[in-house]
């Protein structure tokens, strides 16, 4: 199938200051008027390369994501493939109309009522007063904004704003679509709505690229994805490889911090007992970091005493970016753990089938004596644990199951 | 199919041309609804709306008519009655001055929407002047009622005088297109416009007929011709210096497609500097 969209040693530079970037300004403009090719190649003093040496391409129907961390260059490349930037090196060649949600409702004046808007807003993305008339109502419908039509659009919730700005451009009919995590803005319900919408524009044969931090849309939505570090792709491929690649970069660069963190004394506690380290074991007691979903996890925790410690109460949290999904507490269990004596010691943690779903979790451990809040030792985010997809399964679980037919 | 790579136009020599209209052809419609936008947004919260376009031009005419009848200032006579021929230059002149100062704004005010959104940035500058022509024309009805009232009947070379004035808004297109451009990476540059434009005003016959004495630096600026030549078609029927008016038209078309291509050139640096 034919090639929509292709970007042939991409690279965009940018400078660090507001004066420099005053300065090239009008040196790049002033150059550019007397016809002399200015050299995009070279770096001037204070300039970096925001996006640098990126190259792919994209058939009919298929879908790109962008992964990296914050300021890797995923929304610089995102507007040069809109054509917002031009890029300083290299080439992109576009078939197809273009359909940018990079940042939905702009250009949307606060003072016109929404109905306006949806006139002004359409134009701005290349559609015909035709064009508007005939989808106006599938417009207004998709953004549920009912009532508000003919109120200024200052007067929308940040919602509603988001909803219509969306639901134009959808509308517009983009044979390639850029989407920069505008989805998660909305609420539940309408990014259910939008997913759908991505779905139905995607199956009519449109190519779509999407930035993401989130690593299950990726998953989901694209087949392929781009790993960008600092501006340069790392890796271009399967996502779930470059997404696997990119947790593992993301984790050795943390791991580096937290060790950095635990070797500070802590504070405030009084050390009658010490965490010495945590480690992950699979079913046959090797040391792992990441485990599949479902499958049997332990986690041993070294400690030391200094005194005796009446009932010990161990207590191992899983968090992932959105708070504590899972404590391990054998206090909150009902379970009494024999009496500590002074020296080296290690507990182990058995779960049997670990039902996490597919993510990165931060594990924080803790030793408390009786009271589970009074803790004697604890060692805060400073373990991390890849739960992975289960083979031959799909979505984020693995459950045990039992089926019964009846005929 | 499209391409996006460094210094696309520059290497395109003539052949940009083509290519520029048919850029700007495409884009009439987000002219139009620009323009739209522009007009509700400004007269939303406004009593007078419109009638404000006719309110700054009275009033100079006002203050000019009182300071000839005080002896003041001595204007010297006109063909026309004076508030007469005040308001057409003025009306003329401010399709300049106004242009220029919108035309600062043109690229500054949609800074949200060029960072955000691909579109022919020229519209912004156009529909930025379409606001003044419009203007312009509120100011003509005024002009026929002020002709009425002073019972001057206009000649009938008046009948050209809307193609008289094409000159002068090719002109501030062109100088629109530089200045929106400057200002977009220097701010200052508004405010020299907004002084220069005073300025300009009191050294150009907008107010007063062309003196004979200093005849030759009048004579240096192009506007003088530009507001004088649609002013001489209006009152008298005949344009008192042709020879003037044709070399400040063929200076303003000059002007107009030359802003016109560096507009078009530099603007895709446009976004990442604003």
């Known amino acids: 199938m034919a090639v929509v969209l292709k970007a042939d040693n991409v690279g965009k530079k940018f400078s660090r200051t507001l004066s420099q970037m005053m300065f090239y300004g009008a040196q790049d403009m002033a150059a550019s008027v007397f016809g002399a090719i200015p050299d995009s190649q070279l770096l001037r003093s204070g300039e970096f390369w925001a996006v640098n040496d990126v190259s792919f391409e994209l058939r009919r129907g298929e879908s790109l994501g962008i992964i990296g961390p914050n300021g890797s260059g995923k929304t610089t490349l995102l507007r040069m493939l809109n054509g917002i930037f031009m890029p300083d090196t290299g080439r992109i060649e576009l078939n197809g109309r273009i359909g940018g949600l990079i940042h939905v409702g702009a250009g949307f004046h606060p003072l016109l009522t929404g109905r306006e808007n949806i006139y002004v807003n359409g134009a701005i993305l290349g559609m015909s007063r035709k064009d508007i008339d005939r989808k106006f109502a599938a417009i207004v419908d998709f953004a549920d904004i009912g009532e508000f039509l003919d109120s200024p659009v200052r007067q929308y919730s940040s919602g509603m704003y988001i909803r219509l700005g969306f639901s134009i451009a959808v509308h517009s009919d983009p044979d390639i679509l850029l989407i920069d995590e505008v989805l998660s803005v909305g609420d539940r319900d309408f990014s259910l709505k939008c997913y759908q919408k991505m779905q139905e524009i995607r199956e009519r044969g449109a190519t779509i690229v999407l930035v993401s931090h989130n690593e299950y849309v990726i998953r989901e939505r694209s087949q392929r994805a781009l790993y960008l570090r600092h501006g340069r792709p790392v890796f271009l491929g399967p996502s779930e490889e470059a997404i696997s690649l990119y947790i593992k970069d993301d984790l050795e660069l943390k791991a580096i911090r937290s060790k950095e963190k635990r070797a500070e004394p802590q504070q405030g506690v009084s050390k009658k007992a010490e965490i010495l380290g945590l480690r992950f074991l699979d079913k046959d007691e090797n040391p792992v970091s990441g485990i599949s979903t479902g499958k049997l996890l332990r986690v041993e925790v070294f400690f030391e005493a200094f005194g005796t410690i009446a009932q010990p109460v161990f207590s191992v949290n899983f968090y992932t970016d959105n708070g504590l999904v899972y404590s391990a507490n054998n206090a909150y269990e009902n379970i009494v753990l024999s009496d500590l004596k002074p020296g080296r010691g290690r507990l182990i943690l058995t779960l049997p089938q670990l039902h996490l779903p597919t993510d990165t ?39 045990s199951t039992a089926w019964a037919l009846e005929v | 199919m499209e391409i996006y790579e460094a210094n696309k136009y520059s290497k395109l020599g003539i052949k940009v041309w083509p290519l520029m209209v048919g850029e700007l052809w495409g884009a009439r419609e987000l002219v139009w609804q620009l323009f739209i936008r522009n007009f509700s947004v400004r007269y939303k919260q406004s009593l007078l709306g419109f009638a404000w376009a006719i309110v700054l031009p009275l009033m100079a005419i006002g203050t000019f008519v009182l300071l000839k009848k005080a002896g003041i200032v001595d204007i010297g006579s006109t063909e026309a009655p004076y508030p007469v021929f005040a308001l057409i230059g003025l009306s003329v002149f401010q399709l300049f001055s106004s242009g220029l100062t919108v035309g600062c704004g043109a690229l500054v005010k949609a800074g949200d929407m060029i960072a955000k959104v691909n579109f022919p940035r020229e519209v912004l500058v156009l529909a930025a002047a379409a606001s003044v022509v419009f203007d312009f024309l509120v100011k003509l009805v005024l002009i026929v009622c002020v002709c009425g009232a002073f019972h001057f009947m206009p000649s009938i070379g008046s009948v050209f005088f809307l193609f008289a004035v ?37 050294l150009t016959p907008v107010l007063y007929p062309v003196p004979d004495r200093g005849l030759f630096f009048f004579r240096l600026n192009p506007l003088t011709a530009l507001v004088e030549g649609p002013r001489d078609l209006f009152i008298s029927g005949r344009i008192s210096d042709p020879s003037g008016f044709f070399v400040a038209a063929v200076l303003s078309v000059i002007i107009f497609l030359t802003g016109w291509r560096v507009f078009h050139m530099v603007e895709a640096k446009i976004p990442e500097r604003l």
């Open chain 1, 361 to 399: 979790y931060y594990v924080s451990v803790m030793i408390s004596e009786k009271n589970p809040a009074d803790f004697i030792d604890c060692q805060h985010f400073a373990y991390t644990l890849i739960v992975e997809r289960a083979p031959n399964a799909r979505g984020t679980l693995k459950l």
């Open chain 2, 166 to 202: 094409i000159p002068i808004i090719l002109l501030t297109l062109g100088l629109m297109f530089f200045f929106s451009l400057a200002n977009a990476i220097f701010r200052d540059v508004a405010q020299i416009v907004s002084i220069g434009g005073t300025f300009l005003m009191l």
